[in-house]
C-alpha cells in the first residue's frame, strides 16, 4: 500500500488557543469504528485471528514466525488474503470520540522487551537486542504496555515545554492500566488519561497512561483525577517504574519532565495530534525516513 494512501489520520490545521501542554488542538478526523474492535479468539495454526471493522480489511491475521524469545521471532500483521500490512502504519490511530487504537507489545506481568521493529518492512512486532542478545527488563512491568499507531516522536523536534527534549524517533508509548493481562498484537479501543514527560538519555519518550473500554472500571475513569480515585498510587507506580528500571543494569535512573508528574488528559491528547502530524509527516517523506521502514 502506498504510503499516501495510509495518510488518513492526519491531525487538523488547527491551533491550540496556547502553547501549554495543558491545552489541546481541535481533533482530527478519521474513519470511526462503529462497533468497535471485535476479537474471535480463533486459533489455526500460528495465527491468531481477529475481526476489527476500523481496519482497512476487515479480518486481520496475527501471524507468528520463529519461536518466541529467539532472534528470529516476529509477530507479523496480515489481511485475509495472506499481505502482511503494518502495525504502525495501517492501523487507524482515531477511532471516533476521544478513542484510540492501542496495539500491545508487553502483556502484563512479562519482562521480555518487545517491539515493533520500525526498521524492517511491515514492521512487526519482535523482542529487542543489544549487542547480539535479546532484551529482558530485569522485572515484569505492572501493566500492559505498547503503542499509538500512526503516531511518531520526530528526532528532529525539540520540545520547549520538556527541557528542549528531541523525540526518540519511535511511536507514542502507551500504558494500559486495566486489569486484563493481553496478547501480543492485541488491538484494543483506549481512552487515554494522562502523560508523562520521560527523559530517557536525553531523548522525549513520552508514555500515555490510558485504559481500555471493555475494562470494567473504564467507565469510571475520564481525566487525571479519576486515576487517582479510582486505582490509587497508579500513576506513581508507573513514573517509578520507569524510572528505576534501568539502574540494575547500573545505568542512572530516567528523568521526567513537566515537574516530575503526569500531565492530564488535554496534555496526552495535544502529544497524540502533535506526534500523529509529525507520522503524516513522515509517511508523505516530507521529512525524510532514513532507517525507517514506511511499508
Same mark, same amino acid.
Given at each position: 500500500?502506498?504510503?499516501?494512501?495510509?495518510?488518513?489520520?492526519?491531525?487538523?490545521?488547527?491551533?491550540?488557543?496556547?502553547?501549554?501542554?495543558?491545552?489541546?488542538?481541535?481533533?482530527?478526523?478519521?474513519?470511526?469504528?462503529?462497533?468497535?474492535?471485535?476479537?474471535?479468539?480463533?486459533?489455526?495454526?500460528?495465527?491468531?485471528?481477529?475481526?476489527?471493522?476500523?481496519?482497512? !480489511?476487515?479480518?486481520?491475521?496475527?501471524?507468528?514466525? $520463529?519461536?518466541?524469545?529467539?532472534?528470529? &521471532?516476529?509477530?507479523?500483521?496480515?489481511?485475509?488474503?495472506?499481505? %502482511?500490512? @503494518? #502495525?504502525?502504519?495501517?492501523?487507524?490511530?482515531?477511532?471516533?470520540? $476521544?478513542?484510540?487504537?492501542?496495539?500491545?507489545?508487553?502483556?502484563?506481568?512479562?519482562?521480555?522487551?518487545?517491539?515493533?521493529?520500525?526498521?524492517?518492512?511491515?514492521?512487526?512486532?519482535?523482542?529487542? *537486542?543489544?549487542?547480539?542478545?535479546?532484551?529482558?527488563?530485569?522485572? !515484569?512491568?505492572?501493566?500492559?504496555?505498547?503503542?499509538? #499507531?500512526? *503516531?511518531?516522536?520526530?528526532?528532529?523536534?525539540?520540545?520547549?515545554?520538556?527541557?528542549?527534549?528531541?523525540?526518540?524517533?519511535? #511511536?507514542?508509548?502507551?500504558?494500559?492500566?486495566?486489569?486484563?493481562?493481553?496478547?501480543?498484537?492485541?488491538?484494543?479501543?483506549?481512552?487515554?488519561?494522562?502523560?508523562?514527560?520521560?527523559?530517557?538519555? $536525553?531523548?522525549?519518550?513520552?508514555?500515555?497512561?490510558?485504559?481500555?473500554?471493555?475494562?470494567?472500571?473504564?467507565?469510571?475513569?475520564?481525566?487525571?483525577?479519576?486515576?487517582?480515585?479510582?486505582?490509587?498510587?497508579?500513576? *506513581?507506580?508507573?513514573?517509578?517504574?520507569?524510572?528505576? &528500571?534501568?539502574?540494575?543494569?547500573?545505568?542512572?535512573? !530516567?528523568?521526567?519532565?513537566?515537574?516530575?508528574?503526569?500531565? !492530564?488528559?488535554?496534555?496526552?491528547?495535544?502529544?497524540? *495530534?502533535?506526534?500523529?502530524? @509529525?507520522?503524516?509527516?513522515?509517511? %508523505?517523506?516530507?521529512? #525524510?525516513?532514513?532507517?525507517?521502514?514506511?511499508?
Amino acid at each position: 500500500m502506498a504510503a499516501a494512501a495510509r495518510v488518513i489520520a492526519i491531525a487538523g490545521n488547527s491551533t491550540a488557543a496556547a502553547s501549554s501542554c495543558l491545552l489541546i488542538k481541535t481533533p482530527f478526523a478519521l474513519q470511526r469504528c462503529s462497533n468497535g474492535l471485535r476479537f474471535n479468539n480463533v486459533r489455526r495454526s500460528s495465527k491468531r485471528l481477529f475481526s476489527c471493522n476500523a481496519i482497512y !480489511n476487515p479480518q486481520v491475521q496475527i501471524k507468528q514466525e $520463529g519461536q518466541p524469545e529467539t532472534l528470529d &521471532y516476529r509477530v507479523f500483521f496480515e489481511d485475509t488474503s495472506g499481505k %502482511k500490512i @503494518s #502495525p504502525w502504519h495501517d492501523v487507524p490511530l482515531h477511532l471516533g470520540d $476521544g478513542v484510540f487504537s492501542f496495539i500491545v507489545e508487553i502483556p502484563k506481568e512479562s519482562s521480555a522487551k518487545m517491539e515493533v521493529a520500525t526498521d524492517e518492512l511491515y514492521t512487526p512486532i519482535k523482542q529487542d *537486542t543489544k549487542k547480539g542478545k535479546l532484551r529482558y527488563y530485569p522485572y !515484569n512491568i505492572n501493566w500492559n504496555y505498547g503503542l499509538l #499507531p500512526q *503516531t511518531w516522536e520526530d528526532p528532529s523536534l525539540a520540545n520547549s515545554e520538556v527541557e528542549g527534549a528531541f523525540g526518540d524517533n519511535d #511511536p507514542v508509548d502507551v500504558v494500559e492500566i486495566g486489569e486484563s493481562r493481553r496478547k501480543i498484537g492485541d488491538i484494543l479501543k483506549v481512552k487515554p488519561l494522562a502523560a508523562l514527560a520521560m527523559i530517557d538519555e $536525553g531523548e522525549l519518550d513520552w508514555k500515555i497512561v490510558a485504559i481500555s473500554l471493555d475494562d470494567p472500571r473504564a467507565s469510571l475513569v475520564n481525566d487525571i483525577d479519576d486515576v487517582e480515585k479510582h486505582f490509587p498510587g497508579t500513576l *506513581t507506580a508507573v513514573r517509578d517504574w520507569f524510572r528505576d &528500571y534501568k539502574i540494575p543494569d547500573g545505568k542512572p535512573a !530516567n528523568k521526567f519532565g513537566l515537574g516530575n508528574k503526569a500531565a !492530564n488528559k488535554d496534555c496526552a491528547l495535544k502529544v497524540i *495530534t502533535e506526534t500523529n502530524e @509529525s507520522w503524516a509527516k513522515l509517511v %508523505k517523506r516530507s521529512i #525524510p525516513a532514513r532507517e525507517l521502514s514506511l511499508l
